[in-house]
């Protein structure tokens, strides 16, 4: 426990010297605030409170913001201790490489964790000074902060699988912001585009909501907006996916982190240093 | 008294190339054994299956009783790797903290351990800063914690000055004294003649040589050169006295085996005020140790 506690301590002292808390924070708390101040001419049309509102809005933006600080702190993680050679002496001492790999994991969360609450935290000061009402979405938006928190632990260990399989910083990062494309951008284009061609066919019904679940961003938004009373106030891939139960992308994004932490591991233990 | 190290005909291939082959060595508590060998002669290949940190083919190997990598072993084992690095953005004290912890010991050793290599004065300032002589002490601080058994230094002097270089050793002596066993590696017999017990050179995967200095000397039967500088005009009678001499310039060259010096210096003798000068050369270490590195070559 004290190697992972250890770890844990000087991964968060590195990125704080690294500015990564700093740049975190500082483009959360933006967004948000951004979000808060552009959401605020939509109520009245919709009738939902304030919060729910910039909750629904926040919601698409922690879908593209979360994986990306996810990312960017992880493809370094095992990359650059190859790189810089600090790996061989590491894996000398006593500690497991799951226990090393988890002490990364804590240290990065507990910054996306700050940054998460932060950002969230000023939308809803910003929401209840002008709409008193705006009490009744925060169930909404602490729903929104942990499966924030979870979709950024997936993404923290699929980082680290990245890094532990590329072995050099620059492919690391490479491979981190193609993923991103891939997973964030290109997989629900794809999806509408199989959607409009299918025209309401068996891959509609079927694969549709599977490869959605699949998606952990896309298990992320489902689950918040199907939960949330705003879900009407969202546009988009979720108003097809009704239809998919709020238990199954809730298994969705809480089985994605412990899975993306596993693959991260079997990784990891194929690096010889 | 069971080794702390043992190996017994370890291989290890990559590919088609053999990195280590047969190679069989045991290092006893307390023993401090210098590897010796050319870049890619198997050093930094056997010191890291010792770690565990890569795999070995065949044989068997045993440290600290336990199998390489396992955590038993790990817990037993220092290293330092050669040209230690560390993360930039810590500093020396906070690094060292952090290692401590690793192994399970107090953080609050960290400025002991510094002090005990010199670096005292630098532990608050970031290892960025720092001299490549600088990182070593913090490698080498490093493999002080706790009481390692076995000790696996991959060259560890470069980058260090000569008076540090002393001190290093001074370090080692008294580790050894406390029974932990040594095994660090260099490419110059020069650097770890007086200061080792034993010595094994690798040559390509092989072990080809092995013992103390004086073994080696002995083993090499390399010959004795003499120079030997006739007085004015006397050349040409010193030249007919030994024939097989090699003139160049104004001084002739000899050379035999240890076993026939003492003759060979009375013939020389024998020509009285005839000579000058006289200078006897020994081998020297590195032709020593050129001597086995090249016999494996062939």
Same mark, same amino acid.
């Given at each position: 426990?004290?190697?992972?506690?250890?770890?844990?301590?000087?991964?968060?002292?590195?990125?704080?010297?690294?500015?990564?808390?700093?740049?975190?924070?500082?483009?959360?708390?933006?967004?948000?605030?951004?979000?808060?101040?552009?959401?605020?001419?939509?109520?009245?049309?919709?009738?939902?409170?304030?919060?729910?509102?910039?909750?629904?809005?926040?919601?698409?933006?922690?879908?593209?913001?979360?994986?990306?600080?996810?990312?960017?702190?992880?493809?370094?993680?095992?990359?650059?201790?190859?790189?810089?050679?600090?790996?061989?002496?590491?894996?000398?001492?006593?500690?497991?490489?799951?226990?090393?790999?988890?002490?990364?994991?804590?240290?990065?969360?507990?910054?996306?964790?700050?940054?998460?609450?932060?950002?969230?935290?000023?939308?809803?000061?910003?929401?209840?000074?002008?709409?008193?009402?705006?009490?009744?979405?925060?169930?909404?938006?602490?729903?929104?902060?942990?499966?924030?928190?979870?979709?950024?632990?997936?993404?923290?260990?699929?980082?680290?699988?990245?890094?532990?399989?590329?072995?050099?910083?620059?492919?690391?990062?490479?491979?981190?912001?193609?993923?991103?494309?891939?997973?964030?951008?290109?997989?629900?284009?794809?999806?509408?585009?199989?959607?409009?061609?299918?025209?309401?066919?068996?891959?509609?019904?079927?694969?549709?909501?599977?490869?959605?679940?699949?998606?952990?961003?896309?298990?992320?938004?489902?689950?918040?907006?199907?939960?949330?009373?705003?879900?009407?106030?969202?546009?988009?891939?979720?108003?097809?996916?009704?239809?998919?139960?709020?238990?199954?992308?809730?298994?969705?994004?809480?089985?994605?982190?412990?899975?993306?932490?596993?693959?991260?591991?079997?990784?990891?233990?194929?690096?010889?240093? | 008294?069971?080794?702390?190290?043992?190996?017994?005909?370890?291989?290890?291939?990559?590919?088609?190339?053999?990195?280590?082959?047969?190679?069989?060595?045991?290092?006893?508590?307390?023993?401090?054994?210098?590897?010796?060998?050319?870049?890619?002669?198997?050093?930094?290949?056997?010191?890291?299956?010792?770690?565990?940190?890569?795999?070995?083919?065949?044989?068997?190997?045993?440290?600290?009783?336990?199998?390489?990598?396992?955590?038993?072993?790990?817990?037993?084992?220092?290293?330092?790797?050669?040209?230690?690095?560390?993360?930039?953005?810590?500093?020396?004290?906070?690094?060292?903290?952090?290692?401590?912890?690793?192994?399970?010991?107090?953080?609050?050793?960290?400025?002991?351990?510094?002090?005990?290599?010199?670096?005292?004065? =630098?532990? &608050?300032? %970031? !290892?960025?800063?720092? *001299?490549? $002589?600088?990182?070593?002490?913090? @490698?080498?601080?490093?493999? +002080?914690?706790?009481?390692?058994?076995?000790?696996?230094?991959?060259?560890?002097?470069?980058?260090?000055?000569?008076?540090?270089?002393?001190?290093?050793?001074?370090?080692?002596?008294?580790?050894?004294?406390?029974?932990?066993?040594?095994?660090?590696?260099?490419?110059?017999?020069?650097?770890?003649? =007086?200061? &080792?017990? %034993? !010595?094994?050179?690798? *040559?390509? $995967?092989?072990?080809?040589?092995? @013992?103390?200095?004086?073994? +080696?000397?002995?083993?090499?039967?390399?010959?004795?050169?003499?120079?030997?500088?006739?007085?004015?005009?006397?050349?040409?009678?010193?030249?007919?006295?030994?024939?097989?001499?090699?003139?160049?310039?104004?001084?002739?060259?000899?050379?035999?085996?240890?076993?026939?010096?003492?003759?060979?210096? =009375?013939?020389?003798?024998?020509?009285?005020?005839?000579?000058?000068?006289?200078?006897?050369?020994?081998?020297?270490?590195?032709?020593?140790?050129?001597?086995?590195?090249?016999?494996?070559?062939?």
């Amino acid at each position: 426990m004290t190697r992972i506690t250890a770890t844990a301590e000087t991964e968060f002292r590195i990125a704080l010297r690294n500015r990564w808390v700093a740049m975190s924070i500082a483009m959360m708390a933006l967004f948000a605030l951004v979000l808060s101040a552009a959401g605020s001419s939509a109520v009245g049309t919709i009738g939902a409170d304030r919060l729910s509102v910039v909750v629904a809005s926040l919601t698409s933006l922690a879908v593209y913001l979360v994986p990306l600080v996810a990312l960017l702190m992880s493809f370094d993680a095992i990359a650059g201790e190859v790189e810089r050679g600090t790996l061989p002496l590491l894996l000398t001492y006593p500690a497991s490489r799951p226990e090393l790999l988890l002490g990364k994991l804590l240290a990065h969360l507990a910054i996306l964790t700050l940054a998460v609450a932060i950002g969230y935290g000023i939308a809803a000061v910003a929401a209840l000074a002008v709409d008193a009402d705006a009490v009744a979405g925060l169930s909404s938006l602490w729903r929104l902060m942990w499966s924030s928190v979870l979709l950024g632990a997936t993404f923290l260990g699929i980082g680290y699988a990245i890094s532990a399989l590329a072995r050099r910083s620059s492919g690391a990062a490479g491979l981190a912001i193609g993923l991103w494309l891939g997973l964030i951008v290109l997989y629900d284009l794809g999806l509408l585009a199989a959607i409009i061609a299918d025209n309401g066919g068996y891959f509609t019904t079927k694969v549709f909501p599977a490869a959605l679940l699949a998606n952990p961003a896309d298990a992320f938004r489902l689950y918040n907006l199907a939960a949330s009373q705003a879900t009407s106030a969202a546009a988009g891939v979720s108003g097809a996916a009704n239809t998919i139960p709020v238990w199954a992308s809730l298994t969705s994004i809480l089985l994605w982190p412990i899975a993306a932490f596993a693959i991260a591991i079997a990784a990891f233990r194929k690096v010889t240093p | 008294m069971t080794p702390t190290l043992s190996l017994q005909c370890l291989t290890k291939t990559y590919g088609a190339q053999r990195a280590l082959s047969e190679v069989s060595v045991t290092v006893a508590p307390g023993e401090r054994v210098a590897l010796l060998g050319h870049n890619g002669a198997g050093k930094s290949t056997m010191m890291k299956i010792i770690l565990g940190l890569i795999p070995f083919d065949s044989g068997d190997l045993q440290v600290a009783g336990a199998a390489p990598g396992t955590a038993e072993a790990r817990r037993h084992v220092a290293y330092l790797p050669e040209n230690a690095a560390f993360h930039p953005a810590l500093t020396g004290l906070e690094q060292i903290r952090h290692y401590l912890s690793l192994r399970g010991e107090s953080p609050s050793l960290a400025m002991d351990l510094l002090q005990r290599v010199g670096l005292g004065q =630098a532990a &608050t300032r %970031r !290892i960025g800063t720092y *001299s490549k $002589g600088m990182r070593q002490r913090v @490698g080498l601080a490093q493999t +002080l914690i706790g009481k390692p058994r076995l000790l696996v230094l991959d060259e560890p002097t470069s980058g260090l000055d000569p008076v540090s270089r002393r001190d290093f050793y001074e370090l080692l002596d008294g580790l050894a004294a406390d029974g932990a066993s040594i095994l660090l590696s260099s490419h110059a017999l020069t650097e770890v003649e =007086a200061r &080792t017990d %034993r !010595i094994l050179i690798l *040559s390509g $995967g092989h072990l080809v040589a092995e @013992g103390s200095l004086a073994d +080696l000397r002995r083993m090499a039967a390399l010959p004795i050169t003499f120079h030997v500088s006739p007085r004015q005009g006397a050349m040409a009678e010193v030249v007919l006295a030994l024939p097989e001499a090699i003139a160049s310039g104004g001084t002739l060259t000899l050379s035999c085996q240890q076993d026939q010096k003492l003759r060979l210096l =009375a013939r020389i003798s024998d020509l009285g005020e005839r000579i000058a000068d006289i200078d006897v050369q020994p081998p020297t270490l590195e032709d020593i140790y050129g001597r086995f590195s090249k016999r494996a070559g062939q």
